[in-house]
């Protein structure tokens, strides 16, 4: 009897040491797993409510432009002056050079007043005509930090009430005044400024600035009439020089004037290659005068506007209030960049010159919130 106790009791101990192992490894395993379990979600949840941020979304980028490539503005910055729209118009007039133009009016009064033989065939001469052959339009953007430049060709038809014209005739038919409003009337853009100036005078604003670089796509030719791309044939080399070559190049008084009556409108081609020279030398001409310190800035301009060298809406004082927003044109944070005018290149033909037909309504949607922008701050 005692030993069947026995025997149970140590059967007894032997298989609750067993068991108790087993149950022991069983919890264990268990209690690890199911922790794994709540672990793993409370670590998505976790990564739902704070998300780590990933490489393209850190927080070094939150500056990165947006799908319109504007970079953000920082609130921080505070930037004097308004944003603006300013025409640049240039004429070919080049009173030192030829003289066949038509007298000004009070001497043209004086002729008609005396005798018709000692003006004899002068009033009636097909006189030289004064026309606009550069028109662009500069918008400083301070809300978008953007410089637009805009090149409405010279040779835009315009329908007048006297018929149609060309833009840049339209400066001797009717005047700068009328070039503005209608640069105005196909674009929906409030010209703030205004600054005219002639080849001449530009000449001297170039000098005085000390020229500017730019560079050349094409080779350019120039006799002092004719500038143009085109190689001179060897038996008219000699009277028409090469003034630039492809490459970089310091523009003088003497080259700004081949590059504004370097006016090629045989292809499409050619036309678009205009546009964007006259964009390229506005470009530099700002680059350059940026360039200079403040003071010696304000103090050229004032200059340019005493010696009379120019027509402008744009005072010194205004240049001084608007300064600030002028030489962001350097920062790298602004954007700089041309809107072409909607429209398309006519060649010309045995009866009629080229010319450039103008899309109205695309150019009114296009320049819309520029438009907004701008008058949001006049």
């Known amino acids: 009897m005692l030993s069947a106790f026995k025997n149970f009791f140590i059967t007894f101990l032997v298989a609750a040491l067993i068991f ?13 797993t199911i922790s794994g379990i709540f672990d793993s979600e409370s670590n998505e949840l976790d990564s739902i409510l704070n998300p780590t941020p990933s490489n393209t979304e850190s927080p070094d980028n939150t500056n990165t432009p947006g799908t319109d490539d504007r970079p953000v503005t920082d609130p921080e910055e505070e930037i004097t002056g308004e944003s603006f729209n300013m025409l640049f118009v240039v004429t070919d007039y080049q009173p030192d050079m030829f003289t066949d133009y038509r007298p000004d009016a009070e001497t043209l009064g004086q002729m ?54 060309t833009l840049g005739d339209l400066y001797e038919l009717y005047g700068l005044d009328f070039i503005i409003n209608t640069v105005s009337g196909i674009s929906g853009l409030t010209v703030d400024y205004h600054l005219a ?60 004037i081949a590059l504004m009556m370097w006016d090629d409108t045989t292809s499409a081609a050619t036309h678009t290659e205009r546009n964007t020279l006259l964009v390229n030398t506005l470009s530099a001409i700002l680059e350059k005068l940026t360039s200079l310190p403040e003071a010696e800035f304000t103090a050229l301009y004032d200059r340019i506007c005493t010696e009379g060298w120019v027509e402008t809406t744009f005072t010194p004082k205004d240049l001084v209030a608007q300064i600030e927003l002028i030489y962001k044109i350097k920062d790298e944070s602004f954007i700089k960049k041309t809107l072409d005018y909607p429209g398309r290149f006519i060649a010309a033909t045995e009866t009629a010159d ?5 899309s109205t309504g695309s150019a009114i949607t296009l320049f819309k919130n520029y438009r907004k922008i701008v008058e949001d701050n006049s």
Do not use: C, W
């Open 20 to 32: 108790g192992a087993i149950a022991y490894f069983a919890t264990q395993f268990l209690t690890e």
């Open 112 to 165: 008609q007043n005396e005798s018709a033989a000692d003006h004899f065939g002068v009033l009636s001469a097909p006189f030289r005509k004064t026309r606009a052959v550069s028109v662009v339009l500069l918008r400083a953007d301070k809300e978008r930090r953007e410089f637009t430049y805009t090149v409405f060709p010279a040779a835009t038809r315009i329908t007048t009430s006297s018929g149609d014209h």
């Open 197 to 256: 100036v002639n080849v001449t005078e530009l000449y001297e604003i170039v000098n005085a600035m000390g020229g500017f670089p730019l560079y050349f796509t094409k080779e350019l030719y120039y006799n002092g009439f004719v500038a143009t791309s085109e190689k001179p044939s060897p038996e008219t080399a000699n009277n028409l020089p090469l003034l630039y070559d492809i490459g970089k190049n310091t523009v003088d008084g003497s080259g700004v």
């Open 354 to 358: 080229a010319y450039f037909a103008p």
